[in-house]
């Protein structure tokens, strides 16, 4: 999938997989195909077309209808361009479809009564998904786990004096005062989560998981959880979310509150498809989540353009769940990548999109060509920062694009702890624990953080719990020095700063224990 976290360097900003996020300007990298038949005609009533072609790739597709548009006739002109009607959200007016045919969208996007765009949402045929996390898990050992477990303090989780990120927001100073109610869910849309794990079973909420894959939810039990040769990216989300203080393990941002996974990343390729986020967003409406953590960007672009036909009607189609889901009063966190690109400036190589076929390198504008669900409206854009509160060096940013930022880990910036890793501790499935850094790892650390305002405030808003986020962030300065990608301390150049922000930390880097009092 897209990143996780942060796309790239954290894993490409996802989990350890093999693949890129790359936009490219169009899907030019489809198999070749047979000319499809004539376009269908957009006029009800008509002498029946000709029967599409089926010879094509099967693709997915999600298309947006106009204002007006009703969701029975989007379904029929569907099936006439030769598709299959997967789900749809009449409360969004998106329809999920499959089809073979070679035309599909051009023969939909004909019919400007009923669609506003249509796209594909893969470059590669359907197979029977990534994050934003920046290399992989440091799994912790029986001696490191009984080293920490031996300085534990009263009150302390038997592995929380490794936990350097959770004193770094003051989560354990406000853990005495409030440590979250059980009235507020966060929803982990992400690579499913082990809900198994003894830190994560006293919280989790099976009523609000759901394995979203395909585009459509399953409830069945257990659907949430990883594959069994899946990525462990979920669960180590949970975690620093919402691990419970219990004895046992590792401590959350918010212990006291409730998790729930919903799994929207393929099977082998942990790839993030559209038709899965939007279900996610969807899902997490209507089942009553306060706030989403989403440390991934969409595949199989790293970043979205409008000016290509099936970019816009992603970016649409997910601009439009995310509205809706902050409608029904969610607050949506997203991690900014893993690939140290300044999201506001006016030009980025994209040399990883598409992720599912062969990457064409473009240079992009990012103004008009989206990272998401980070750069869509209303979303919390996260970076992330090591234990010296620096930016961690793979870390993206950009002025007026992250909001806050958070301990996403650095392994150049080493803690006093017994282990003396930067990176982030947090649970994995099967029980165990490992670090890992990214902007996947900061991400959690804000939805925490966001879950304990909401349990203050109850009656908050979505855009009342980002303000309150933002006014309570600790604001940092930009640094003169931070750590690059080898070690190395160099002049921190690319840092701005402008109406009591920088491009580094947004509105600073948030507060747990201003949240509880």
Same mark, same amino acid.
């Given at each position: 999938?897209?990143?996780?976290?942060?796309? #790239?360097?954290?894993?490409?900003?996802?989990?350890?997989?093999?693949?890129?996020? *790359?936009?490219?300007?169009?899907?030019?990298?489809?198999?070749?195909?047979?000319?499809?038949?004539?376009?269908?005609?957009?006029?009800? +009533? !008509?002498?029946a077309?000709?029967?599409?072609? &089926?010879?094509?790739?099967?693709?997915?597709?999600?298309?947006?209808?106009t204002?007006?548009?009703?969701? $029975?006739?989007?379904?029929?002109?569907?099936?006439?361009?030769?598709?299959?009607?997967?789900?749809?959200?009449?409360?969004?007016?998106?329809?999920?479809?499959?089809?073979?045919?070679?035309?599909?969208?051009?023969?939909?996007r004909a019919?400007?009564?009923?669609f506003?765009?249509?796209?594909?949402?893969?470059t590669?045929?359907?197979?029977?998904?990534?994050t934003?996390?920046?290399?992989?898990?440091? $799994?912790?050992?029986?001696?490191?786990?009984?080293?920490?477990?031996?300085?534990?303090?009263?009150?302390?989780?038997?592995?929380?004096p490794?936990?350097?990120?959770?004193?770094?927001?003051?989560?354990?100073?406000?853990?005495?005062?409030n440590?979250?109610?059980r009235?507020?869910?966060?929803?982990?849309?992400?690579?499913?989560?082990?809900d198994?794990?003894?830190?994560?079973?006293?919280?989790?909420?099976?009523?609000?998981? *759901?394995?979203?894959?395909?585009?459509?939810a399953?409830?069945?039990? +257990?659907?949430?959880?990883?594959?069994?040769?899946?990525?462990?990216?979920?669960?180590?989300?949970?975690? !620093?979310?919402?691990?419970?203080?219990?004895?046992?393990?590792?401590?959350?941002?918010?212990? +006291?509150?409730?998790?729930?996974?919903?799994?929207v990343?393929?099977?082998? !390729?942990?790839?993030?498809?559209?038709?899965?986020?939007?279900?996610?967003?969807?899902?997490?409406?209507?089942?009553?989540?306060?706030?989403?953590?989403?440390?991934?960007?969409?595949?199989?672009?790293?970043?979205?353009? $409008?000016?290509?036909?099936?970019?816009?009607?992603? @970016?649409?189609?997910?601009?439009r769940? &995310?509205?809706?889901?902050?409608?029904? %009063?969610?607050?949506?966190?997203?991690?900014? +990548?893993? #690939?140290?690109?300044?999201?506001? #400036?006016?030009?980025?190589?994209?040399?990883?999109?598409?992720?599912?076929?062969?990457?064409?390198?473009?240079?992009?504008?990012?103004?008009?060509?989206l990272?998401?669900?980070?750069?869509?409206?209303?979303?919390?854009t996260?970076?992330?920062?090591g234990?010296q509160?620096?930016?961690?060096?793979?870390?993206?940013?950009?002025l007026?694009?992250v909001?806050?930022?958070? =301990?996403?880990?650095?392994?150049?910036? @080493? =803690?006093a702890?017994?282990?003396?890793?930067?990176?982030?501790?947090?649970?994995?499935?099967?029980?165990?624990?490992g670090?890992?850094? %990214?902007?996947?790892?900061?991400?959690?650390?804000?939805?925490?953080?966001a879950?304990?305002?909401k #349990?203050?405030?109850?009656?908050? !808003?979505?855009?009342?719990?980002?303000?309150?986020?933002?006014?309570?962030?600790?604001?940092t300065?930009?640094?003169?020095?931070?750590?690059?990608?080898?070690g190395?301390?160099?002049?921190?150049?690319?840092?701005?700063? $402008?109406?009591?922000?920088?491009?580094?930390?947004g509105?600073?880097? @948030?507060?747990?224990?201003?949240?509880?009092?």
């Amino acid at each position: 999938m897209a990143q996780l976290g942060s796309r #790239s360097p954290e894993w490409r900003g996802r989990l350890a997989v093999p693949v890129g996020l *790359a936009l490219t300007a169009s899907l030019a990298f489809l198999p070749s195909v047979a000319a499809s038949a004539a376009p269908l005609g957009n006029t009800a +009533g !008509t002498a029946a077309a000709a029967k599409p072609d &089926t010879t094509g790739p099967k693709l997915s597709y999600v298309a947006n209808l106009t204002t007006y548009a009703s969701v $029975k006739a989007a379904k029929k002109a569907v099936e006439r361009a030769g598709g299959t009607v997967v789900t749809s959200y009449e409360q969004i007016g998106v329809v999920v479809a499959h089809s073979q045919n070679p035309d599909f969208a051009k023969q939909l996007r004909a019919q400007r009564s009923l669609f506003v765009s249509v796209g594909a949402t893969r470059t590669a045929p359907l197979q029977t998904v990534a994050t934003t996390e920046e290399g992989t898990t440091q $799994k912790l050992s029986a001696a490191d786990a009984a080293k920490a477990a031996a300085t534990a303090t009263d009150g302390q989780e038997p592995l929380e004096p490794n936990q350097w990120d959770l004193r770094a927001i003051k989560a354990d100073q406000a853990h005495k005062i409030n440590d979250g109610s059980r009235n507020v869910t966060v929803g982990v849309i992400d690579t499913g989560v082990d809900d198994t794990h003894p830190d994560l079973a006293p919280n989790f909420s099976k009523g609000q998981s *759901a394995n979203c894959v395909g585009g459509v939810a399953d409830t069945t039990d +257990g659907a949430w959880r990883p594959y069994p040769d899946g990525s462990d990216h979920g669960t180590h989300v949970a975690g !620093t979310i919402a691990a419970a203080r219990n004895g046992i393990g590792v401590a959350g941002v918010a212990p +006291g509150v409730k998790v729930a996974a919903i799994k929207v990343s393929e099977p082998g !390729t942990s790839l993030f498809f559209t038709e899965a986020v939007v279900c996610g967003f969807m899902f997490a409406a209507e089942k009553g989540i306060e706030v989403t953590n989403n440390s991934y960007y969409v595949d199989p672009w790293l970043y979205n353009c $409008k000016a290509d036909d099936d970019q816009k009607a992603l @970016v649409e189609a997910l601009g439009r769940a &995310t509205k809706y889901a902050e409608r029904k %009063g969610v607050l949506s966190v997203a991690s900014a +990548g893993n #690939s140290n690109h300044d999201l506001a #400036s006016n030009a980025i190589v994209d040399d990883t999109s598409p992720d599912d076929g062969t990457p064409v390198p473009r240079t992009i504008d990012p103004h008009v060509c989206l990272d998401i669900p980070t750069q869509l409206p209303g979303v919390v854009t996260v970076s992330a920062t090591g234990d010296q509160g620096i930016r961690s060096y793979y870390s993206s940013f950009g002025l007026g694009v992250v909001d806050v930022a958070a =301990p996403g880990g650095d392994k150049w910036q @080493v =803690p006093a702890t017994p282990d003396a890793n930067g990176r982030v501790l947090s649970t994995l499935p099967g029980g165990g624990y490992g670090y890992k850094q %990214g902007t996947s790892m900061a991400g959690p650390h804000v939805a925490g953080v966001a879950a304990l305002l909401k #349990s203050a405030h109850p009656k908050a !808003t979505p855009s009342q719990l980002q303000a309150m986020l933002k006014a309570q962030a600790t604001k940092t300065a930009c640094p003169e020095k931070l750590y690059d990608d080898t070690g190395a301390l160099v002049d921190a150049t690319t840092c701005n700063s $402008k109406w009591g922000q920088t491009g580094y930390y947004g509105y600073g880097v @948030v507060d747990a224990l201003k949240a509880v009092k």
